[in-house]
């Protein structure tokens, strides 16, 4: 059975922090945090959290790192359709609402479609229909290549740039689930070999989604936004991503289309 200690020097390590600085960062000896590591000391349930926060442990493994070291866990996860939790679904769907008729979908941690407004409409229309069975994974949607991959002109550039941030998300959390999905993408046949590290094309000041659509070929750059003070592990481990016109030519569509 893994202890707290193993668990919390994991995750030290994991954050490539010596004991030294995360003692410092926390106000504690650098012998103490040895101690609770190697299982000398019981650590109280405030220095887990404490130690937990300062590591940016996500709030699941918070939970795990709480009944290691013998204590209840006290980060609830609660369904998104909860009465609990009508504020927080009122505030997404207002969210993707004022975006439209710009594309925008809520994603959980593991990519998976929560909610999307009407204007992503435009990129699942072009994606076969078994992928958008649910649980639709907008990775697996993305990059597939009965998926969006087809029609997206840069695609090489894309799909590096979701990878990358696919490839930091499984390394920030730990989650196997991640790495799992990772090594899928990664199979798919592909022409295009992405690069470790993203390099934006010579005119971009973002990486921008270049999709050919029937209609044309339209062009977007998205933006991330997650909750700022989460208390609740289902909260935390959404997102929402708006997808915005990068040129003239999508926002008139768009618009007219609306």
């Known amino acids: 059975m893994t202890t707290v200690g193993q668990m919390l020097k994991h995750w030290r390590e994991q954050r490539h922090l010596s004991q030294l600085t995360l003692s410092i ?3 504690v000896s650098a012998r ?7 299982g000398r000391s019981k650590p109280s349930r405030d220095m887990v959290l404490r130690l937990a926060e300062h590591l940016d442990v996500p709030l699941r493994d918070r939970n795990q790192l709480l009944l290691a070291g013998g204590f209840s866990p006290v980060f609830q996860e609660s369904g ?4 609990r939790m009508s504020s927080v679904r009122s505030a997404i769907r207002q969210l993707l609402t004022a975006h439209e008729p710009f594309p925008a979908v809520v994603i959980d941690r593991h990519w998976n479609m929560v909610d999307a ?3 992503l409409t435009l990129m699942t229309s072009l994606v076969a229909p078994h992928l958008l069975e649910p649980p639709v994974n ?14 997206i002109v ?18 920030l959390t730990g989650d196997p689930f991640q790495n799992e999905l990772l090594e899928e993408l990664r199979g798919y046949s592909n022409e295009h070999s992405e690069t470790e590290v ?4 010579a005119a971009d000041v ?8 029937p209609a044309g070929t339209f062009s977007f750059f998205g933006t991330i936004a997650t909750f700022g003070t989460p208390a609740d592990i289902t909260v935390a481990e959404l997102a929402i991503e708006s997808f915005f016109p990068a040129d003239p030519q999508t926002s008139e569509f768009l618009r007219a289309m609306s």
């Open 198 to 201: 993203e390099l934006p094309g």
């Open 25 to 27: 960062d926390v106000g």
């Open 154 to 171: 840069n695609l090489g550039e894309w799909r590096s740039h979701l990878l990358t941030r696919l490839r930091r998300q499984a390394t």
């Open 206 to 213: 973002v990486t921008p989604l270049r999709l050919r659509t």
């Open 32 to 38: 103490h945090l040895s101690f609770v590591e190697t």
């Open 138 to 151: 907008v990775l697996r949607a993305s990059l597939h290549p009965e998926g969006l991959a087809p029609h």
């Open 80 to 83: 998104l359709d909860t009465p």
């Open 117 to 119: 407004n009407a204007g």
